[in-house]
C-alpha cells in the first residue's frame, strides 16, 4: 500500500539505520562489497552528504519507512539540471513488500516537481529483482551499458541503463 510508505532526506539521526542496512548480507552482495563498511568511514560519508543535502546538485540520501519504520534508502544523483541518477535498497526482511515501487513512485513524484525531466539507473545485469523493480514504475532498458569491477565477485559485470523520462506523464 503506496500510502504506508513515505521517503524522507536523511538526517544524522538515521545512521545507525544506513550503517545497519549497509552491513545487510544482501546490500553488500548487490552493493559489490567484500565486507562491511568500516563504521567511522560510513559516518563521515554519510554525514558529508548530508551536509550538503540542501545543494540541488548535491547527492541525496532519503530513507524509506514503512509504517512508521525504517526499511531502505534511495541515492539521487543529480547529473544535470533536469536529469538525475537514482538507486535503492530495502532491508532484506521488507523485501518484496512493495516499499520500493512505492517509495521508487514518491521519488519519481518529488524529481518531477523539482524539475527533473529524465531519471537514469544503473543495475547489474545478473539483479533481476532490481530490474523488474525499476520496469513496474515505468523505466525501460537504454542501450547503454558499462562495464565494472565488482569487488566480491572478483570480475567484471556489465551495468545496464535504464531510464524514465517524466515529462511523458
Request: aromatic share 10%; charged share 30%; with cysteine.
Amino acid at each position: 500500500d503506496e500510502t504506508m510508505v513515505e521517503i524522507t532526506l536523511a538526517e544524522n539521526k538515521d545512521f545507525e539505520f544506513f550503517y545497519q542496512i549497509k552491513c545487510n548480507e544482501d546490500n553488500m552482495y548487490w552493493a559489490g562489497h567484500k565486507a562491511k563498511p568500516e563504521y567511522e568511514n560510513l559516518m563521515m560519508f554519510f554525514s558529508k552528504i548530508i551536509s550538503k543535502q540542501n545543494d540541488p546538485q548535491e547527492r541525496k540520501i532519503y530513507i524509506i519507512w514503512s509504517e512508521n519504520q525504517r526499511c531502505g534508502y534511495l541515492y539521487f544523483d543529480p547529473i544535470d539540471l533536469v536529469t538525475a541518477c537514482v538507486s535503492i535498497a530495502v532491508i532484506d526482511n521488507q523485501s518484496g513488500k512493495g516499499n520500493g515501487k512505492a517509495s521508487l513512485r514518491k521519488m519519481l513524484r518529488v524529481a518531477l516537481e523539482r524539475g527533473y525531466k529524465k531519471i537514469i539507473a544503473e543495475i547489474r545485469e545478473d539483479n533481476t529483482r532490481s530490474k523488474r523493480l525499476f520496469e513496474s514504475v515505468g523505466f525501460t532498458e537504454d542501450n547503454n551499458s558499462r562495464v565494472a569491477k565488482i569487488e566480491n565477485l572478483d570480475r567484471e559485470i556489465n551495468m545496464i541503463q535504464y531510464s524514465i523520462n517524466l515529462s511523458e506523464g
